[in-house]
């Protein structure tokens, strides 16, 4: 068996900076990471550019079941001194939109910092090496696939069920729950949302075709960009919303969120008596969802001027566009979610150290906590917040 102080599972973002930080405090730190590379994740976030994190976290931006217990970690550690290491390793980045923050170049830049950060603190990196059962006594006994390892400190950082291609799977929640603590229900977050019938028809003809809309459910109500796909609806504003909605429940969408349709489709009769509704709506949104919408609400108008529409006839329309209400059928699952809401209990852990109340020594960290951020670099901000409090613990 070899010994360390301490013994970190999982070499994704959490994993990595929970072991530099305990590496830079002198502890003896080994990572033990299933797949067959580290960090797999942060290269193919953000297209490859890794949205590392975000100008504008706040605790309001994430959710559990305690909407507090996040505030600690992200207060110790902010997206202000992980952007001074991004800095001191000298990785040019960009604001995106709305503070997101991504690499000029490549995600491959922030898994490099990690592990040159970890290479100088001492810490081994064992990849392609499975855990295959834990055991405890005064501290932890590990059997792998590499080998027998103990440890005074065990840190559990194996992420949740999301893209399982990338690793994702329940080993963190299944040891969580051997070691007596609860795990709250999971499901999959910031995943894009399936429709059946009539919607799913037409989501299919519209395949590709995005635009900037409000979608709101009994939750949440988000503006910015949606895409129709060959399954439903995606893009920034329904995945947001995705983490919010309930399965049979409705949501609502506002294609046209900036403007008041009513006033908009009149001052379109004032100003283009002779037009036909399509030509002015399609300044405002895509040709080809003008005419599907054409031939869903007003297919009998659809070669009347506008000069010859009642009032109370666009006004109906503009109805229909401030306030589409659709029914997904469901979600397109782990496979393709970003996050997976739920985990670890965080009654069971401490918020300022993430270890385990009852068990002394252990901790969890990352995404198999009970902490879910919203699209746009905070479940990063999270991984490093997390990561940074616990290597600063063991």
Request: aromatic share 8%; glycine share 10%; net charge neutral.
């Amino acid at each position: 068996m070899q010994d360390y102080d301490v013994i970190v599972i999982g070499g994704g973002a959490a994993g990595l900076m929970c072991a530099l930080t305990a590496g830079q405090r002198g502890r003896r730190v080994l990572v033990l990471e299933r797949s067959n590379k580290v960090g797999k994740k942060i290269l193919m976030s953000g297209g490859g550019r890794c949205n590392f994190t975000n100008l504008q976290v706040t605790a309001e931006r994430f959710l559990s079941a305690n909407p507090h217990f996040c505030k600690s970690a992200l207060s110790r550690y902010t997206q202000q001194d992980f952007i001074a290491l991004v800095e001191k390793h000298a990785i040019a980045y960009h604001e995106k939109t709305r503070g997101q923050l991504f690499c000029d170049v490549s995600s491959r830049q922030i898994l490099a910092m990690l592990l040159d950060e970890c290479a100088s603190a001492g810490v081994a990196i064992l990849q392609g090496c499975a855990v295959e059962s834990v055991a405890a006594d005064d501290g932890f006994r590990l059997h792998t696939s590499c080998g027998g390892f103990t440890s005074g400190a065990l840190v559990v950082a194996t992420g949740g069920l999301s893209i399982p291609s990338l690793g994702g799977s329940d080993f963190g929640y299944t040891l969580a729950r051997r070691f007596g603590l609860r795990v709250q229900p999971l499901r999959a977050g910031l995943v894009p949302l399936t429709f059946s019938g009539d919607f799913r028809e037409l989501s299919t003809r519209l395949s590709g075709v995005s635009l900037r809309a409000r979608v709101c459910s009994a939750a949440g109500s988000f503006v910015d960009d949606i895409l129709f796909t060959h399954r439903g609806l995606s893009g920034p504003a329904v995945l947001q919303l995705s983490s919010y909605w309930q399965p049979g429940e409705a949501l609502q969408l506002d294609l046209l969120p900036e403007l008041e349709a009513a006033e908009l489709l009149l001052s379109f009769k004032q100003d283009r008596p002779r037009s036909v509704l399509r030509t002015p709506l399609a300044t405002c949104l895509p040709m080809n969802l003008v005419k599907e919408l054409e031939a869903l609400w007003w297919p009998e108008r659809a070669q009347t001027p506008l000069a010859e529409w009642p009032d109370k006839q666009l006004r109906d329309v503009a109805g229909h566009l401030g306030n589409w209400a659709l029914r997904p059928a469901g979600t397109e699952g782990y496979r393709t979610a970003e996050v997976t809401l739920g985990g670890v209990d965080t009654r069971d852990l401490s918020s300022r150290t993430m270890e385990c109340k009852a068990r002394p020594g252990l901790y969890f960290i990352g995404e198999v906590v009970d902490v879910s951020g919203h699209l746009g670099g905070f479940n990063f901000q999270w991984a490093w917040s997390s990561g940074w409090v616990a290597g600063q613990s063991v």
